[in-house]
T-cell receptor
């Protein structure tokens, strides 16, 4: 597609439920990032993929969070046993090169609300 | 891991005023530096970037930034702001590990 696509754009769930957020990067982009942005804050790094592998997952807050990118394209961020504090906008970005050397192209984000 | 600090949370200017937004980073190795902008209702987009060479970098829409290695700074400047520059501005840094860390952002409001 023309840009980074994220679905759903909006997700409301109840505390304790499982959530999946999907990111479809720009075709051919090898680097993919997930960030979390709370109101009034900058994007908080979660995980970075280079191809299929997670090159850096040091930003995942705890073991309830997991992300995959099995074929090196689409990525899914999975959150188990959601908590109210997980409410935020989850941003995905992709880059043509190894991420740190190139421009990141961001999606519109998935707004997660945990009631 | 690297970290980024942005000094100003909210800046309010009148049109034609000059702008400078502060950014300091913490990282011991070689860094790549970026400024991203988020206009109201839009996604983040790149304003300018520094990898190497001339420490004064020019970006889109008349913005520029200067990398001062001794101060670990990468401040964003614009000589004369416009109402359309109202947005949130984020400084970002990546290091040898290729991850990208962002500052908390500065909200700029330009009064017409």
């Amino acid at each position: 597609g023309a840009g980074v696509s994220q679905t759903p754009s909006n997700k409301v769930t109840e505390k304790g439920k499982y959530v999946e957020l999907r990111c479809d990067p720009i075709s051919g982009h090898t680097a993919l990032y997930w960030y979390r942005q709370s109101l009034g804050q900058g994007p908080e790094f979660l995980i970075y993929f280079q191809g299929t592998g997670a090159a850096d997952d040091s930003g995942l807050p705890n073991d309830r969070f997991f992300a995959v990118r099995p074929e090196g394209s689409v990525s899914t961020l999975k959150i188990q046993r959601t908590e109210r504090g997980d409410s935020a906008v989850y941003l995905c970005a992709s880059s043509r090169n190894r991420g740190g050397t190139g421009e990141l192209f961001f999606g519109e984000g998935s707004r997660l609300t945990v009631l | 891991a690297q970290s980024v600090s942005q000094h100003n949370h909210h800046v309010i200017l009148s049109e034609a005023a000059s702008l400078e937004l502060g950014c300091n980073y913490s990282y011991g190795g070689t860094v790549n530096l970026f400024w991203y902008v988020q206009y109201p209702g839009q996604h983040l987009q790149l304003l300018l970037k520094y990898f190497s060479g001339d420490p004064l970098v020019k970006g889109i829409k008349g913005f520029e930034a200067e990398f001062i290695k001794s101060k670990f700074s990468f401040n964003l400047r614009k000589p004369s702001v416009q109402w359309s520059d109202t947005a949130e501005y984020f400084c970002a840094v990546s290091g040898n590990n290729n991850d990208m860390r962002f500052g908390a952002g500065t909200r700029l409001t330009v009064k017409p």
